[in-house]
């Protein structure tokens, strides 16, 4: 164990910058890692407020953040595919290779996986990290850290629109415009849809997203999202819904957005069970599809953004210096209508 300075979730409603003993050994197939960028995830924010997600509950202190980007600063035995000096982002779950999930491939559903800060894990909002090789994935000259801490993220939208089976010139809706649900319009449009329509409550969430071509604004205050949907693909439905609110409102009138035939993607958690009208999916045959996290993705994620084909720049927020990563955690729990992404920047300033 090696005592560093990190950011420890104490309690519920406690944070502290303070040292703790984290193990640092770099043993084979492994990496250490000096850590540039974190995001702040949702699920941080929620630790941070609630104490627990589901059975995930914080009963002793836990370091936060698993949305990263650093350098490689050591390789461990058996390494090939990477060197010191080397630019990646990581990611942050770990399966057991041998369970049945993995051997299937949905190694994101292996019960046994090991993920960064969710309990009793630690994070990675501290200066160096140790983490196995095979999941920490070289980021392309022209990909900034900022955007390789977003990789995270964006391998949700990429599960999303894998599972939806987009074919192209296909319609989309997202609803929500979150961090999340704005990935996955990006990741829709970059899959193959023609027009994605993305529906919130926020206008200023719904300005960022407006931005990108191909995505059409649709604010839920004062107009009808199912009325929207119906107008524009002339009473036929959309291809493809992705639920991305995690609020069982939507699903009072989710039925009513698909086209016959096409797909539900879930992706927003409601905390508690809803309501689900199934004999509206199936006079329709819907698909309903679901996605816990991500597999297979950040390879194909990273391609993207180096492509040039989506740009995450825009909706990184505001970046705070290490040192401010409680003040990160307090604006982020303020949930402003115009934040998407807040990030932390772990390196000293000119790294």
């Not at 595919?81 to 770990?94: A, T």
């Not at 415009?177 to 719904?206: E, S, Y």
């Amino acid at each position: 164990m090696t005592q560093v300075r990190a950011l420890v979730l104490e309690r519920q409603h406690e944070l502290a910058l303070r040292d703790i003993d984290l193990p640092l050994d770099v043993g084979p197939g492994m990496v250490k890692i000096a850590i540039h960028t974190v995001g702040v995830c949702g699920s941080d924010v929620h630790y941070y407020t609630h104490g627990k997600i589901g059975p995930f509950v914080v009963n002793a202190p836990m370091v936060l953040g698993h949305e990263a980007a650093g350098t490689v600063t050591e390789v461990g035995a058996g390494v090939t595919h990477l060197k010191v000096g080397d630019r990646v982002c990581m990611e942050p779950g770990i399966p057991d290779p041998n369970s049945r999930a993995s051997r299937l491939g949905m190694y994101n559903v292996d019960p046994a996986v090991n993920f960064w800060a969710t309990p009793p894990v630690h994070g990675v909002l501290t200066p160096e990290v140790v983490h196995p090789a095979n999941y920490t994935f070289k980021l392309p000259d022209n990909v900034s850290f900022a955007e390789g801490a977003m990789v995270e993220p964006f391998a949700v939208g990429m599960q999303a629109a894998t599972k939806a089976r987009i074919t192209p010139g296909d319609t989309a809706v997202v609803l929500g415009a979150g961090p999340i649900g704005t990935m996955v319009a990006l990741a829709a449009l970059a899959g193959g849809c023609a027009r994605v329509i993305v529906a919130d409550l926020a206008q200023p969430k719904l300005d960022i997203a407006a931005q990108y071509q191909g995505v059409i604004p649709v604010n839920i205050r004062d107009r009808n999202v199912v009325e929207e949907v119906a107008q524009l693909t002339e009473g036929w439905g959309a291809d493809v819904v992705f639920e991305c609110s995690g609020s069982p409102h939507a699903w009072k009138t989710i039925m009513d957005l698909p086209r016959p035939g096409g797909a539900i993607v879930v992706v927003g958690l409601p905390v508690d069970p809803v309501a689900v009208d199934i004999a509206g999916a199936s006079v329709k045959e819907l698909r309903i599809e679901n996605v816990f996290r991500y597999a297979h993705q950040y390879d194909r994620a990273i391609a993207l953004i180096a492509s040039g084909k989506v740009d995450l720049k825009p909706l990184i927020s505001e970046t705070f210096a290490f040192e401010d990563s409680r003040k990160a955690f307090d604006r982020a729990v303020e949930a402003r209508p115009s934040d998407v992404k807040l990030q932390i920047r772990v390196a000293a300033q000119g790294d």
